[in-house]
């Protein structure tokens, strides 16, 4: 059976995934133009040097970065970062804040390190895990979004007051991979605020950006000259390349030029303060709908309910399955939950680029979806 969905209720963008997330009208465009002019030459020349400082300058400028902060970027995506910090972030023992699969993927690549161990912090899918300062480590590891459950976490540092760690101060690693650009945040109070394009920025995935503090670079200048590292996961390598405008290997022109784009369109809306009252409007459109709807409710807890990825369990009678098959026949797609978590639920993606108008007639279209597949 169609279900047809009446074109007046259809959203104008039908793009709500929690990643890769749609561009802004233009923001393609103005990439595609500018890098017409220059694809297919070096980008160990000024004119993609000058891409990666725009990126680099739009996020110092986004982030307030403090003094002695750089931003750093390359290859690979918030993925790669993860083992990255096994190798030159973490010194011998990790503790992680585990609420999702992300969260755990990252906790597993550093436990993987067999100089490393890692403590983890657990709680169940839709509750927030906090990491424990009362437990000892050097380093701190936790998402400020665990994009898996739509549960957003506070960000600040943690120091393992109990002390008894050898190299020196702890350090906070933060994946803000479906944060950064999206919420407020101060990082000040972290080491690596680190984060893919591909989320709030309405980028492409492979590489990963980040805002490194004075203590993560000496952290991995000290590690990488004691330890065999690979040159793609040395840290202190991917900042001597990002202070020259470069990466370590080539990187996707088109994605850097997307990237600067929306660095550049978020200070002129008026910088994170705007971009968290956005994604706060859209995504608070789908909280209350789901409270008001007799078939749909919030899954994250009240207080851990994130502003970038909304997650919504739906009653039985109403399978997210077909009703995610009915969408992505009228052009609605990518609201799936994340695989593994196993529940009848849909997931939404409401970074900066997804107007709240857009929110509203997504619901609009459930609700007339819903009604005739019962
Ligand atoms: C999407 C996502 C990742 C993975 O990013 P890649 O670019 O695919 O490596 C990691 N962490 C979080 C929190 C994410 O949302």
Known sequence: MKIAIPTDLLPRDGRFGSGPSRQRPGQLERALEASGR????????????????????????LFAIPDGYEILLGNGGASLIWDALAFTGVDSHAQAAVCGEFTAKAASAVAKAPWAQCTRIQSPPGSLAVCDDGLPADAYLYAHNE????????VRRFTGAAGGNAGGAA?????????????????????LYYFS??????????????????????????????????????????????????????????????????????????????????????????YRWA???????????????????????????????????HLRANGIVDVDPYRSLGRNQIRVGTFPNVPAEDVAALTACIDYVAERMA
């Not at 220059?38 to 990666?52: C, D, E, F, M, Y």
């Open 147 to 154: 994009t898996s459950t739509g549960v957003l976490s506070p």
């Open 171 to 191: 350090l906070t690693f933060v994946d803000a991979t479906s944060a950064a650009g999206g919420v407020e945040v101060d990082v000040a109070s972290t080491d």
């Open 291 to 325: 409270e008001a709807s007799d078939f749909a409710e919030p899954f994250a807890q009240p207080g851990a309910r994130s502003n970038l990825v909304v997650t919504i369990d739906l009653d039985a009678s109403v399978p997210s399955e077909a009703l995610r098959g």
């Open 38 to 61: 220059i694809l297919g030459t070096s980008h160990r020349q000024p004119p993609v040097k000058n891409a990666v400082a725009r990126i680099r300058s739009g996020l110092a400028e």
């Open 197 to 286: 394009p591909q989320k709030c920025f309405g980028a492409e995935g492979g590489l990963w950006l980040a805002a490194a503090s004075p203590a993560a670079l000496a952290r991995a200048g000290r590690l990488a000259a004691q330890r065999p590292v690979p040159a793609i996961l040395d840290l202190s390598l991917a900042a001597k390349n990002s202070r020259a405008n470069q990466t370590l290997n080539t990187p996707s022109l088109v994605n850097l030029l997307l990237i600067a784009d929306q660095a550049e369109w978020m200070l002129e809306e008026g910088g994170l303060a705007a971009m968290e009252a956005r994604t706060r409007e859209s995504s608070g459109v789908l």
